[in-house]
């Protein structure tokens, strides 16, 4: 069974600090995904990694992927309050079914001013 | 840009009655798929639909649970008689395009179960 975990669960910062948020899973999987999910909404696509050393940047967000060490990162720099949300990582293995994404448990980011 | 979209947004029903979800997907993709969130709880997996057909579904899809694509466009979920455990948001999702398989989320429905 494919298992993922974050940490930290909950993560409040100063602005204008960094920060790193973990995803480690359990086994081999094809794709890393980052999604981000304000209160009461929707789940918003951040960056999808696809192979080892893998490294994409959006602004103030850059994730990393290590396959060895089935490993992701998502780095946080220089917070900004706008940043403030739940923070999801998900892997998924192809199969000619599809390919379903299991979640971890989210990072609910706090960016105080 | 196209987005996936839910209705209704937000559904409160009586235990036991019979609910009916409905997603509108971007694309013509052949993969579209049905995942729910407890309120404050990671998202799960429920069901992947292909080619109109059930391919895969998770361990929380019971014979309560079914799918349909009534019309070729709507994709549709079921759930047959409501327990109090099946409050959640409830999204759909399927690739942007043809080209990528990045999932894309609908706006979800929240169904409140009384």
């Known amino acids: 069974e494919l298992k993922v975990e974050q940490n930290p669960l909950f993560l409040s910062m100063q602005e204008g600090k960094n920060y790193t948020i973990y995803c480690n899973y359990s086994?081999?999987?094809?794709?890393l995904y980052w999604y981000r999910q304000d209160p009461g909404k929707s789940l918003e696509s951040l960056f999808v990694?696809?192979?080892?050393?893998a490294v994409k940047q959006e602004g103030r967000l850059m994730a990393s992927l290590d396959t060895k060490a089935r490993l992701s990162t998502l780095h946080i720099t220089a917070a900004v309050h706008d940043l403030s949300a739940t923070y999801f990582c998900?892997?998924?293995?192809?199969?000619?079914?599809?390919?379903?994404?299991?979640f971890g448990e989210g990072t609910q980011l706090t960016v105080n001013p | 840009e196209p987005e996936v979209t839910q209705t209704p947004s937000h559904q409160v029903t009586q235990m036991g009655q019979e609910v009916i979800l409905r997603c509108v997907p971007i694309?013509?993709?052949?993969?579209f798929y049905w995942y729910r969130q407890i309120l404050g709880q990671k998202v799960e997996f429920l069901v992947s639909?292909?080619?109109?057909?059930?391919?895969?579904k998770s361990e929380i899809f019971d014979d309560q649970f079914s799918v349909e694509r009534p019309d070729g466009s709507n994709f549709t979920l079921k759930i047959r008689s409501t327990k109090l455990e099946d409050s959640a948001m409830y999204f759909c999702?399927?690739?942007?395009?043809?080209?990528?398989?990045?999932?894309?989320f609908g706006p979800g429905t929240r169904l409140t179960v009384l």
């Open positions: 998900a892997v998924d293995k192809l199969e000619t079914s599809g390919s379903r994404l299991t």
């Open positions: 086994t081999t999987s094809d794709r």
């Open positions: 990694l696809l192979s080892n050393g």
């Open positions: 694309s013509n993709h052949l993969y």
């Open positions: 639909f292909y080619n109109n057909e059930i391919s895969e």
């Open positions: 999702a399927g690739p942007k395009d043809r080209y990528t398989d990045t999932q894309y």
